[in-house]
């Protein structure tokens, strides 16, 4: 046994047993873990050595210039940007979260170590809130520390908000996470809070890692397949937490104001199946009570809007345990699929698309040509066939290349626009499977651009147009990225910059602000990043805007090109050149689009996209062969109708058509089966929805085409 495991071997969750308690009930430990005391042991002995050294270091003068240019004198090893925000306004110092030392997130009670540019960021800033929910999950793990006696995992924060931690109670028990733990978890957390516990920052070695995190398998883990051998990285402590961690943080835990636990699920760790099963538990906070208040009605405001319940009411989709992560779509959930799908295919016939079909399954050897069974092995499907390994295709791209390259191609045929609405699959691991948003099996508005390098301008400029065309109609806004150049690349630098440049180019041609993110590109080009936004402001990720280099290259496509302009003047062309290909979706995945939809609509689905468009209602049982006929006349227009010739009373089929979401409910009576008419009412014409208005039928149907090509949000008759 090494030095190490000796002197770990003693500790043990058993020590930190909770009490008994009847079922259901939550429990605090007496006493709070063993490891505990074992952690902070290590960590004082640790942080003195490092504050004496910090002590011997050289004070010398430095200048620290501020965003706006100004510059404020300071000390190395001794001037923070907590003192810099504190000569400036106490407001500011009391608002800031975290600060940026020459572009680098650095905690605002760290001193600087030289001169530098200082960027000051509140709760506001995107990566502040990062870095707030971050500190929060700190809080979070050690109230779950001294509540389960538990071993933590990994708390990260969450892009969509808040933060969440992977725990591992005592092997053998059958303790779980409850709702009825929230309330003390968070009780131990604003206890945490109350005492403003500072976060510490210390550096160790990989060895005083292990030292410290011996009991841990999993922080074990983590600390033997991060750390490089011979390098050290940073734990932050805050009261009787210590955790591996490369930080930053707020100055203190009682920056945090307003702390409430939310959800627990289970999870894997890692996200790997194959590993322990943990509890997962959800937390959000705020800088602000009131803030607090919003964000809980956000959240009933979400889940009357949850795209698995209004699936259900409106009978438009489920799944079975027997295909898990394949959605069945019913009939009215086809509709609106089929509607979506045709919506993009008119766009291609205008837009110049060639739409294509390709296999479902391919040979292994196409994944290893394209690169993506080295880099996507785990996420694909793969079976046996003639004694040869096949995988479905979780992708497009590579069937494309192969169409491209099955015959010669001349420069003068380019670009050439692959639309592809083929089936996918991807191997997601059962607990990240929720809904229509994450699915095994589903279809993109997938498009491969095969151009030449000069032509691609000008296609990512017809790709940005497209976006605006479809996201307009949808009445979403958007936000644009630029991300470049990443540190693992491949291809030649000229030919980045070059691409890099044209990107640039077309999005301030676009005309739409958009913004760096550097470093962010894929290892085989750079891309626009694009997040939509929705009613409840909420951030998805569709569509996707990608130049690649590589894919040309592995699977050896070329064009002839002309060797001269006066070759290409006369037509002759003779040189080979490599196309560029850019990777296009607009929709992303129809199913999680369609989730999306449900959501932002609340079920209250636009006319052009609904799946139940005009409701028959007739006032009496005479008129029901009227009310079908009107029905059939709609029908046969083009437009999903239905009629109720059910035995309840006139004001209950209303009240049901109207729950439905029925965009037009016509009701005919005795006048309206004289003069061919039909009494509207609109779902969102409130007046109309007194008495309604009676017009003919054909004018009905005349308005409704004009209604259903316009694609209006808004569900009213013309004036």
Not at 83 to 95: H, Q, V, W
Not at 348 to 356: A, I, S, T
Request: glycine share 6%; with cysteine; aromatic share 10%.
């Amino acid at each position: 046994m090494s030095e190490i495991e000796a002197q770990v071997a003693s500790l043990s969750l058993k020590e930190a047993k909770p009490k008994k308690v009847k079922g259901g009930e939550a429990a605090t430990p007496s006493l709070p873990p063993a490891f505990i005391e074992h952690r902070n042991r290590i960590f004082d002995e640790l942080y003195q050595k490092q504050q004496e050294e910090i002590a011997q270091k050289p004070r010398e003068k430095i200048a620290i210039t501020l965003a706006d240019g100004s510059q404020r004198e300071g000390m190395s090893w001794e001037t923070t940007p907590m003192d810099i925000a504190k000569s400036i306004s106490m407001s500011l110092a009391k608002a800031l979260v975290i600060a940026k030392v020459d572009g680098v997130l650095w905690d605002t009670l760290r001193p600087f170590e030289a001169s530098a540019k200082l960027e000051l960021l509140d709760f506001e800033n995107e990566e502040a809130k990062m870095v707030y929910w971050h500190s929060s999950a700190h809080v979070l793990g050690e109230a779950c520390e001294l509540h389960y006696g538990c071993h933590l995992c990994n708390g990260p924060p969450i892009e969509d908000g808040g933060f969440y931690y992977d725990i591992a109670v005592e092997e053998g028990s059958d303790r779980r996470v409850l709702p009825s733990d929230f309330a003390p978890l968070e009780s131990l957390a604003n206890k945490a809070i109350k005492e403003k516990q500072p976060f510490e920052r210390l550096v160790l070695s990989k060895e005083n890692l292990l030292r410290m995190f011996g009991y841990n398998k999993y922080k074990v883990h983590l600390i033997d397949t991060r750390v490089p051998d011979g390098t050290s990285t940073t734990v932050y402590r805050c009261g009787p937490l210590i955790d591996l961690c490369r930080g930053p943080h707020v100055p203190h835990t009682g920056s945090i104001t307003s702390f409430a636990v939310l959800k627990n699920s289970s999870s894997y760790f890692l996200g790997d199946a194959n590993n322990d099963s943990l509890q997962r538990i959800y937390g959000i906070s705020f800088p602000d009570k009131k803030q607090m208040t919003q964000y809980k009605k956000f959240l009933e405001e979400a889940a009357k809007r949850d795209h698995r319940k209004i699936g259900t009411q409106q009978e438009l989709f489920f799944f079975h345990e027997l295909s898990p992560g394949s959605a069945f779509f019913l009939p009215h959930g086809t509709r609106i699929y089929n509607t979506l799908v045709n919506f993009i295919r008119a766009k291609y016939w205008q837009r110049g698309f060639e739409e294509v079909m390709t296999p479902n399954m391919f040979n292994v050897k196409l994944w290893e040509q394209s690169g993506h069974l080295q880099n996507y092995e785990e996420n694909m499907f793969d079976l046996s066939v003639d004694k040869e390994r096949f995988a479905l295709k979780p992708m497009n791209c590579p069937g494309h290349c192969l169409m491209f390259g099955q015959r010669d191609r001349s420069y003068r045929e380019l670009p050439i626009r692959f639309a592809d609405f083929g089936v996918l699959h991807r191997n997601e691991a059962s607990g990240a499977l929720s809904g229509l948003t994450r699915v095994r099996r589903f279809q993109q508005d997938d498009a491969h651009i095969f151009c030449r390098q000069d032509q691609v301008r000008e296609e990512i400029k017809g790709a940005l147009d497209f976006l605006q065309d479809v996201y307009g109609v949808f009445g979403f806004t958007f936000e644009l990225k630029l991300s470049t150049r990443p540190d693992k690349f491949l291809g030649e630098i000229s030919i980045w910059d070059q691409a890099e440049a044209q990107l640039e180019q077309a999005l301030n041609e676009f005309g739409t602000k958009w913004v760096y993110n550097r470093g962010d590109g894929a290892f085989y080009g750079p891309k626009i990043d694009i997040t939509i936004r929705d009613a409840l402001n909420r951030a998805h990720q569709c569509a996707t805007i990608q130049l690649d280099f590589q894919l040309p290259q592995r699977f050896k496509l070329q064009y002839r090109a002309p060797t001269s302009t006066n070759d290409e003047q006369t037509g002759l062309a003779s040189d080979f050149q490599q196309p560029v290909i850019i990777h296009r979706a607009i929709l992303g995945s129809v199913e999680r689009m369609i989730a999306i939809l449900m959501e932002n609509f609340a079920g209250k689905w636009p006319f052009w996209l609904s799946p139940r468009q005009v409701m028959v209602i007739p006032v009496q049982m005479n008129l029901c062969d009227y009310a079908a006929q009107v029905k059939r006349s709609l029908h046969e227009a083009g437009f999903y109708a239905d009629v109720d010739l059910s035995g309840d009373k006139m004001e209950k089929k209303i009240r049901n058509a109207e729950i439905a979401q029925y965009n037009f409910i016509c009701v005919v009576g005795p006048k309206e089966l004289e003069e061919v008419s039909v009494n509207v009412r609109c779902r969102d014409d409130i007046e109309s929805k007194a008495r309604g208005k009676t017009i003919p039928l054909t004018s009905f149907i005349s308005q409704l085409n004009t209604i259903k090509d316009s694609k209006t949000m808004v569900s009213r008759l013309l004036n």
